[in-house]
């Protein structure tokens, strides 16, 4: 019994010191993360002009939700950010996981490859987009020069509402594949060798070994990155106002640039805090489900 006493205390007294490490973070989370959060939710329930501050704060209730829903700009920017997220991040997953498979081998050659393959995730995103809103230039962009080489016309890239979009999604692309790349091919290092061996002598095909083995051992940490890309995907902001500032028109706004607009362009304070409150929740909502996906995976693995 006294042993047993013992092994309690000493259970109680690490519960205590794990409590005493975390309250450094738990402090600088609810200063940096939950305090503006809170003063975000108070805000979106008043109308307040940043422009005008002898104007006092006044509350109007839910009226900058009910507006919110009826804003053609706001669902534009809705439906911009959405197609974004889900193509850049479903193309991102399917050449990441290829790029994983094929430096996976651990020779000189996939080393160097996967080198080569890290330079775009290390670019700053504003400098990727300043880059490449150069080099798609209409005029004196480099990519123009060499379809006039080939008797082309030039294309306004970052100019036509109908495909700007669409070349953000491609710079997304090639700057997130090597994140994800990187992170798969860690998983697929992870998996014991033993397995590919036995499976090989088995007989089973390439397509086996990614179907039966690399796949299912792969799927916790292959969900956890398509969360982080998805929820990522939809805080784009730097890329996006740098190539095109949400233009042509409002052809790639997308959320967090609609959020800066009202807020620090237009001083609509309490309205922006509106949007934010709902982006926020809605991502919460999507981490939900994603870690319950998760969940469901690892309870069938296991």
Known sequence: ???????????????????IFLMPVIIILFIAAFIPLLSGLFLS?????????????HLIGLKNYQELFKDELFLNALR?????????????MILGVMFAM????????SRFMTTIVLIPMVIAPVAAGTLWRMMLDRTYGVLNYFITLLGFSPV???GDPSIAIYTIIGVDIWQFTPYITILVLSSIKAIPKSLFDSARVDGASSWKLFSKIILPMSSPVIIVVMMLRFIDAFKVFDTVFVMTQG???????????????????????GY???IAVVFVIAMSLISYGYNRFRAAQLRRLN
């Open 1 to 19: 019994m006294a042993r047993h006493n013992v092994s309690i205390r000493y259970s109680k007294l690490d519960i205590a010191y794990s409590w």
């Open 272 to 274: 922006s805090s509106a």
């Open 156 to 158: 306004s890239w970052l």
């Open 102 to 109: 094929m430096l996976s081998d651990d020779d000189k050659l």
């Open 45 to 57: 329930f008043n109308e307040y002009k940043l422009n005008m501050p002898s104007i006092p704060m």
């Open 80 to 92: 911009n950010n959405t197609l974004f997220a889900v193509v850049s991040v479903t193309i991102e």
């Open 247 to 269: 233009g042509p028109g409002n052809a790639t706004e997308m959320l967090p640039t609609y959020i800066y607009q009202q807020g620090i362009k237009f001083f609509r304070v």
